[in-house]
């Protein structure tokens, strides 16, 4: 009875010791927590994508600095201030262009490549697509459209003439 009586007592006092120090809190939060999340397989969601900006590095790489997936106010500054009060920065919220290419000397944008798969031909992506040829035609960057299964280096070349004498907006 008396060992039961110890241990119960030792029970108590540890828990008060506890209660003012939090010993065990420190115990716990030093075990690293996992996260849900893991490194993506591939950086590029397509072949198509892939396959492309390796050959726009070999055509344009020397001149430009080329970028994927560029979030539209990364380019685009709406009327008043970039915000999510502003309706205007909401329709650009979450858009982007699959590649940017910029003056490697200005560092201003030069062109905005879109790559277009067959998801590019229903109705609610056609309206996006429409609107953001008419953002990039108001801000004066070519926006150029490239189809998926189309011939990357003729496409490549049709678009170089156009952009060669560009040093950015």
């Known amino acids: 009875m008396s060992f039961l009586l110890i ?3 030792l029970v108590i006092i540890l828990f008060v010791i506890n209660a003012i ?4 809190d420190s115990i716990v939060s030093s075990r690293k927590e996992r996260l849900p ?3 993506r397989e591939y950086f590029f969601d397509t072949v198509s994508e892939s396959t492309l900006f390796k050959l726009l590095d070999e055509f344009f790489g020397k001149d430009y600095h080329i970028f994927s997936h560029v979030n539209l106010d990364k380019i685009i500054y709406t009327d008043g201030r970039n915000s999510y009060k502003n ?6 919220d979450r858009k982007s262009v699959d590649f940017l290419l910029l003056h490697r000397i200005t560092l201003l944008p030069v062109c905005a490549i879109e790559l277009d798969g067959t998801a590019h031909n229903k109705p609610g992506v056609k309206e996006r697509d429409k609107f953001k040829n008419q953002i ?3 801000i ?3 926006l150029f ?3 998926v299964g189309s011939d990357f280096k003729d496409e490549l070349q ?7 004498l560009m040093k950015g907006f």
Request: glycine share 6%; no cysteine.
């Open 21 to 24: 120090t939090g010993w065990s």
């Open 140 to 142: 004066g960057i070519p």
């Open 37 to 39: 999340y893991t490194r």
């Open 7 to 9: 241990i119960v007592t």
């Open 145 to 147: 459209r490239i189809k």
């Open 158 to 164: 049709r678009i170089i003439p156009k952009i060669t």
């Open 87 to 92: 309706p205007y920065y909401n329709k650009i």
């Open 136 to 138: 990039f035609e108001q």
